[in-house]
């Protein structure tokens, strides 16, 4: 079993960026697809992005194409996600889980996630 921890949510600007990473426990990390998810107040949680478990496919959201990169290093049990061009509807909670039915279905339970605030 795989536990993720994320980290690196703030407030930024309309147009700024942020790098959020996405920490597991276990020496298995490197067999599991991951993905990025987010949900913004009084909507449902959606997909983000997702990156297979050697980090050579990758998928993403209409919404954050081209603006939004996932990547990981096995090496050191993360995940990121590089967000760039950040606008206000990108406001939300993130978090981060397992991918169980590529590119979106989840296999794990949810963690307290990350806050970004884009202001505008």
């Known amino acids: 079993q795989v536990q993720l921890v994320e980290s690196g949510g703030g407030l930024v600007q309309t147009g700024g960026s942020l790098r959020l990473s996405c920490a597991a426990s276990?020496?298995?990390?490197?067999?599991?697809?991951l993905g990025w998810f987010r949900q913004a107040p009084g909507k449902e949680r959606e997909f983000v992005a997702a990156?297979?478990?050697?980090?050579?496919?990758?998928s993403s959201a209409d919404s954050v194409k081209d603006r939004f990169t996932i990547s990981r290093d096995n090496a050191k049990n993360t995940v990121f996600l590089q967000m760039n061009g950040l606008k206000p509807e990108d406001t939300a909670v993130y978090y981060c889980?397992?991918?169980?039915?590529?590119?979106?279905?989840?296999?794990?339970?949810w963690g307290q996630g990350t806050q970004v605030t884009v202001s505008s």
């Open positions: 276990g020496r298995t990390f490197n067999w599991y697809s």
């Open positions: 990156i297979n478990y050697s980090g050579d496919m990758t």
């Open positions: 889980n397992v991918i169980k039915n590529w590119p979106s279905g989840t296999a794990g339970s």
